[in-house]
């Protein structure tokens, strides 16, 4: 695969963006300006590798002009350079290629993330609540920030989860969470089970990037927001007001509920926050169905609806089904280490991108 061409019209690309950076017309334009730099910091990076492989390859011709030399110190140093160099290009070759596949326009955005028992009953619920400290734990690592949006609990007092929606408010959270959206299996003993019989239920998880203003437009028409008193924990000012807000968007049906603040204007502004991100994801959820020939068999297709992973307690072990990945630490997994999984499936779409590149 020759990406040559490619890299010498990025090139070419980021000379002319750099051109305009310092144009005075654009510099009184700051939305030009914001779009340039945008522009300037996404191809700065392969056009600086790209650069580096360049010179690579003119000291590898120098170094082999030398071999011709009849200067046997003069060829040794040669020799020892062509050794250091040739390598390095072989390095360089590979991640400009990553550097090259299609990416995804969602990659750099935040997060919303929902966690909703399936089937299992208590179970499952609990379930959903360990998936939930999962990724809080993992966050944590992170350094990113979670914040409920809204939840509700199992009424039987036994803890878990019926329903858990989070918001991650980092900058290219979705690039590594966008692999978590689908079905989540659990195989293991419950605590409710006084016969020691393994039992299995699941959690399903979504994973919505986190719309932008500019990418969904509201009509204030099109909506309908209901107050009501929070249900949620909060201590003793939870049920003294109507903080909670429930917005419902008539056109498509979609309703989005937030109680974890005390105030309603905090709920309300959140809650429409996370109602623009519905509407964007069923957009795209469209999108993908419309591209779904295409996309066959890509990591992170979308389809919720699809059993992706398997955490089985008896043998301490997380399998994905997507791509046949088996790991035998689900405490550790559980925990919040989920790097591991989280290489291997970036490894497995990178992998499917360039076979699409090469076909």
Known sequence: MNIEPKLQALEEEFNETEKKLSDPEIISDPKELQLLGQKRSKLEPVVNMYREYKDAQKSISEAKELLKSGDSELEA?????????????????????????????????????????????????????????MYTRFCERQHWKIEIIDSSTNTAGIGGYKEIVFSIATKGAYSKMKYE????RVQRVPVTEA???????????????????????????????????????????VNMTDSAVRITHLPTGIVVTCQDERSQIKNRARAMSYLKTK?????????????????????????????????????????????????????????????????????????????????
């Open 77 to 133: 140093l040669a020799k020892e350079e062509l050794e250091n160099l040739e390598p390095k290009i072989e390095n360089f070759t590979r991640d400009l290629t990553l550097l090259l596949l299609p990416q995804d326009p969602n990659d750099e955005k935040s997060v919303v993330v929902e966690i909703r028992a399936g089937t299992g009953g208590d179970e499952a619920t609990l379930f959903a609540a360990d998936l939930f400290r």
């Open 181 to 184: 959206s689908g079905v989540h």
């Open 195 to 237: 016969g020691g019989r393994i039992h299995t239920s699941a959690a399903t998880v979504a994973v919505l990037p986190e719309a932008d203003d500019v990418e969904v437009e509201i009509r204030q028409e099109d909506l309908k927001i209901d107050t009501y008193r929070s249900s949620g924990a909060g201590g003793q000012h």
């Open 279 to 359: 509407l964007y994801d069923l957009e795209q959820q469209k999108q993908n169905s419309e591209q779904a020939s295409e996309r066959r068999g890509m990591i992170g297709s979308g389809d919720r609806s699809e059993r992706i992973r398997t955490y089985n307690f008896p043998q301490n072990r997380i399998t994905d089904h997507r791509i046949n990945l088996t790991l035998y630490k689900l405490e550790a997994y559980l925990d919040g280490d989920l790097y591991e999984m989280m290489d291997a499936m970036l490894l497995a779409e990178q992998t499917q991108k360039l076979q699409d590149m090469e076909g």
